[in-house]
């Protein structure tokens, strides 16, 4: 069985910082794109940052210049570097990963997984 497994939200000033990290386990074959996803309160769920597994990066307009994304493929984690945070990025953070596992037979299964989710929140 594959698991996602977040860490690293909290509570932080506005302008200050955190790392989010999420860690990918079990039967695991390839991950293709993870990506990080958030859900502020009464708001849709939206991208915040994707990297494939070549490296390539993409990011929400509302996080560009101050979150970065980032991957080790031999660990299968990715971490979401968080700066100048700001209220409005007050959120549930999830990530969520494109997994190739060998199922219980031997199979190769191919799947979308999503993490629990890690709570952040900005305030003063």
């Known amino acids: 069985q594959v698991q996602l497994v977040e860490s690293g939200g909290g509570l932080v000033l506005p302008g200050g910082s955190l790392q989010l990290s999420c860690a990918a386990s079990g039967s695991i074959l390839r991950i293709d794109d993870m990506e990080w996803y958030r859900q502020g309160q009464r708001k849709e769920r939206e991208l915040v940052a994707s990297?494939?597994?070549?490296?390539?990066?993409k990011y929400g307009d509302s996080v560009k210049g101050r979150f970065t994304i980032s991957r080790d493929n031999a660990k299968n984690t990715i971490n979401l570097r968080m700066n100048n945070l700001k209220p409005e990025d007050t959120a549930v953070y999830y990530c969520?990963?494109?997994?190739?596992?060998?199922?219980?037979?031997?199979?190769?299964?191919?799947?979308?997984?999503w993490g629990q989710g890690t709570r952040v929140a900005v305030s003063s």
């Open positions: 990297v494939t597994r070549d490296g390539t990066t």
């Open positions: 969520y990963a494109q997994v190739l596992a060998i199922g219980a037979s031997g199979e190769y299964v191919a799947f979308n997984k």
